[in-house]
């Protein structure tokens, strides 16, 4: 008797995948099309330390393109590397006229995950110009010279002066891109970050400048196509 109810329900569950299976052979399988992209890219900071663009790091990036042909197209960007800025000459005065010792060097680690959208302005047969726009959230901690921590040493920042981490960012930018043959591409891009946080060199009023802090970034990239059957 066991042994009928076993066969039974192993027959029972063979033509129940023999069926499944039919199903999804029958069903029409979906091209999933986007590009995957390699970067290095040139940064440069401003900000309480320094008020203009000037001196340079660099960060590597990894991006997932939606190749659909539309007027804007998806991106989802990583990337990670550094941002530096330094005023030697910087010191900051109270109201009574003393001087309080700050941080006069910083170096900030970043890693970054955004989603874009890049939005055709020009396109041509062999190249494509789009305006680059998006919402990001970013990890940041700044290093003194000495590769110390900044974020939970307070006497580098005015009393009561606390922050997070973390921030959301709104990149906007302009990019290039050169086709190549069977999807292929290689362009760059320049845009600016617009970080949420006045904090990405651990100080918001001891600062030389009124400027917000902001990054500035050069990109070179490549792409390369993928396609997979779903």
Known sequence: MHFKSLTALVLFFISFNVVAQTKSDSL????LK????LGLSANSYRGSLVQHYGSYTQSYHVGIRFSKKKLANGRV??????????NSSFEYKDSKGNVIKTNNYFKTSIFSLAYELNIKVIERRKFVI???LGVGAMRFTPYDQFENNLINNQSTRAAGETY????LYLPL??????KLPQ?????MSANVMNPLTDFLDN???????TTSDNVLMLKLFVSTPISLKL
């Open 34 to 37: 986007f590009n995957v992209e």
């Open 173 to 178: 930018g302009l990019q290039f891109m050169y």
């Open 28 to 31: 029409p399988k979906r091209d």
């Open 183 to 187: 999807g292929y591409n290689i362009g």
């Open 164 to 167: 997070s981490s973390t921030s």
């Open 77 to 86: 960007n990583f990337s990670y590397g550094n941002i530096e800025g330094q």
């Open 130 to 132: 789009q305006a680059i």
């Open 203 to 209: 100080t918001s009023k001891y600062s030389a400048y």
